[in-house]
């Protein structure tokens, strides 16, 4: 389970409140754990998917108004999450979610979620509020 604190914040309210969500949706899936609910469980995935493409498009189209410099490598760690294997395989090829599989999504996600709030979330957020200090 992923807890959320202060040292998650990026500053920008919108993309805080989404990011609290994602958490409360990866928390969600983390309960699914072992019930054995397969439909439940690819459909959570899926809603998450979903979730996560829109916050992303968001965070794109602040970057791009702001011309953000760091626009082309933030959105590839977007890309490389959105293609990973992991939620590709279970849609296209295997269409149910094993215990085994959620457990390492779940891993999978947690670990990339953390890791790209507080890298590349945050830049970002420390560039906004220098922009709407300068404007
Ligand atoms: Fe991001
Ligand atoms: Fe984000």
Redesign the pocket.
């Known amino acids: 389970m992923i807890q959320w604190d202060d040292s998650l914040a990026?500053g920008i309210d919108e993309?805080d409140s989404?990011?609290k969500s994602i958490i409360a949706l990866i928390n969600e899936l983390a309960t699914l754990q072992g019930s054995g609910d397969e439909a439940t469980a690819a459909k959570a995935l899926r809603f998450l998917r979903a979730y996560l493409h829109d916050?992303?498009e968001l965070?794109t189209e602040l970057m791009l108004d702001l011309a953000y410099p760091q626009l082309k490598e933030h959105r590839q760690q977007h890309e490389l999450f959105i293609d990973h294997v992991i939620f590709f395989e279970i849609e296209k090829e295997f269409g149910v979610v094993t215990d085994q599989m959620l457990a390492d999504i779940l891993a999978f996600l947690q670990d990339w979620f953390l890791t790209?709030?507080t890298r590349e979330?945050k830049a970002l957020g420390v560039f906004v509020r220098t922009q709407s200090l300068s404007a």
């Open positions: 990026v993309i989404q990011h916050h992303f965070e790209h709030i979330d």
